[in-house]
């Protein structure tokens, strides 16, 4: 059924979908979690390449957020499920925790990660 949805890209058992509204952290989590689904979670370069492409639909210098943090631990990134990152794309010299206030990770137009803080407004694109 979520196929239905405008724009979903498809990787492995995973569709990956945006509602095209920029959000804080707190609140696109909230989204994907009341659409039935969680934040982008690319755990293989495919699946970041689905996220990258939702992303880049929203044209140059678009960012969205991943549902990975280190609120638990300062620069161990976790999913939201609490499972240990297994997979990454940081941009070189990322994650830097800048101003030690960077909690949050984005994915920027060319698929690159960086750690930012989060009460910015990104994109928020949900999986399924
Ligand atoms: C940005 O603007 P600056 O240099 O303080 C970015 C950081 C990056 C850094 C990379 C809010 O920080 O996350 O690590 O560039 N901050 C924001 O140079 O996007
Ligand atoms: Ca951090
Ligand atoms: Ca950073």
Redesign the pocket.
């Given at each position: 059924k979520i196929l239905l949805f405008h724009g979903g890209k498809q990787s492995g058992d995973k569709v990956f979908v945006t509602n095209g509204l920029e959000e804080n952290f707190e609140n696109a989590q909230r989204t994907c979690r009341e659409a039935g689904g969680v934040l982008a979670t690319p755990k293989s370069a495919a699946e970041n390449s689905a996220t990258q492409e939702i992303l880049n639909t929203k044209g140059e210098s678009a960012k969205a957020f991943l549902g990975i943090s280190d609120f638990q631990v300062e620069g161990i990134f976790r999913y939201l499920s609490g499972e240990k990152i297994i997979f990454t794309n940081w941009?070189l010299?990322?994650?830097?925790n800048?101003?030690d206030n960077?909690d949050c990770v984005?994915i920027q137009d060319n698929g690159k990660w960086?750690?930012?803080?989060c009460n910015?407004l990104r994109l928020v694109i949900c999986e399924f």
């Open positions: 941009n010299g990322e994650p830097n800048s101003k960077e984005e960086n750690d930012i803080p910015l």
